[in-house]
């Protein structure tokens, strides 16, 4: 398995929110969850989207922006709109918060303020993220970034496009699989970008060498591996893997392998709460229990029982509470009527399509 791979299978559209809605200006929608990552994206129209602590961004027709949280970002028609926020979030949309109908697959066929053309249609897919690994993910990503209308991404958002536009069986797990692979494209996208800065390992990837060596730590992250025995299996003396590698990601092969299994164990050790810390270490390829404490406190700070102990006791910073009830997680309903002095919010068309967590 590559890096990337490694890295991103914890940011899965499994429980995340989607919605979809046709808007006239002016519009003000506020993103209160915070999620770890919110992809946002136009069909048409164009929009502004402002971070909670970043300058605004231009988002046009077919461009993508993808918003790391735990800062919430608001979707304006313009900078210094008219429009009162309409906070969106777990119950953006239910009835009794003020907001339109639902249910899971829902399309409003008909809308009634007015036939929609001229409207900028947003997309809105929330990620939770869990764990230590996909965390290394957001620690590589700027609060804001941006892919361009024309990438990769284009033929994925051609499916979502017409996904949304109607209500068939089957459409969430359709949805899902489709947020995946735009949130992949994206960030391919950004990571090649001329004149980017990508995180060391991206670069390595593509490395014949240290490429392969990073796959061989990631497919047996519990082998016994030396430098000795990374050279052999990719071909090069044990001096030339040694420097390509540190030269190209950083720090040494077995420096880079400490970091990935103590990541790992993290995870474990908040995912399997009755196992021993013995466990924990032969699963990433520790023999001794107490070499491996050793080693996941110099890496961590913290020895595993005690990580495991405050890891239980804390909410995790990088993964949204799912809601108690089955229900779904709306991401933005409808805009309000008319406002004093003759503003008004339209809402024409709203398409959400929404998944319930206790089905992913």
């Keep these: 398995m590559d890096v990337f791979s490694d890295l991103i299978r914890g940011v899965r559209a499994h429980g995340s929110s989607f919605g979809s809605s ?63 926020p309409i906070a ?13 109908r639902h249910r899971r697959g829902w399309h409003d066929r008909g809308g009634d303020a007015g036939d929609g053309r001229g409207a900028t249609t947003l997309i809105v897919g929330a990620y939770p993220v869990r764990g230590e690994i996909s965390r290394r993910l957001l620690d590589a990503l700027p609060v804001v970034l941006r892919a361009a209308a024309g990438d990769t ?26 947020l995946d692979w735009m949130l992949v494209c994206t960030l ?12 060391a390992w991206w670069a390595a990837q593509r490395d014949p060498v240290v490429g392969d060596a990073l796959r061989l730590l ?35 092969p077995l420096t880079y392998l400490t970091r990935w299994r103590m990541t790992l164990a993290a995870d474990l050790l908040v995912e399997q709460e009755a196992a021993t810390v013995a466990h924990i270490a032969r699963t990433v390829g520790y023999s001794d229990p107490f070499g491996f404490s050793a ?14 102990r405050t890891a239980a006791t804390a909410s995790p910073a990088t993964e949204r509470p799912l809601p108690a009830h089955p229900g779904p997680r709306p991401v933005a309903g409808p805009l309000p009527g008319p406002r004093p002095g003759g503003g008004h919010h339209q809402h024409p068309r709203s398409r959400s399509s929404i998944r319930s967590p206790t089905q992913a």
């Design 22 to 84: 046709a808007l006239s200006p002016p519009w003000a929608l506020h993103f209160v969850d915070g999620a770890p990552l919110t992809l946002c994206t136009v069909l048409n129209g164009a929009g502004w989207i402002v971070p909670e602590h970043g300058p605004p961004e231009l988002l046009r027709a077919r461009e993508t922006i993808v918003v790391r949280g735990p800062a919430t970002f608001t979707f304006v028609d313009e900078i210094g709109t008219r429009a009162e």
């Design 88 to 100: 969106c979030g777990e119950h953006c949309a239910t009835p009794e918060q003020g907001g339109t």
């Design 153 to 178: 991404a284009d033929a994925v958002l051609d499916h979502v496009a017409a996904e949304v536009a109607v209500d068939t069986p089957g459409q969430q797990v359709v949805l899902d699989r489709l």
């Design 188 to 199: 391919r996208e950004w990571f090649d970008r001329p004149g980017g800065e990508p995180p």
């Design 218 to 252: 990631h497919a047996e992250p519990a082998a016994p591996w030396t430098v000795t025995a990374l050279a052999e299996h990719t071909g090069v003396s044990r001096s030339t893997l040694a420097k390509r590698f540190a030269d190209l990601v950083g720090e040494p």
């Design 295 to 308: 080693a996941f406190k110099r890496v961590r700070g913290t020895n595993p029982s005690e990580f495991r």
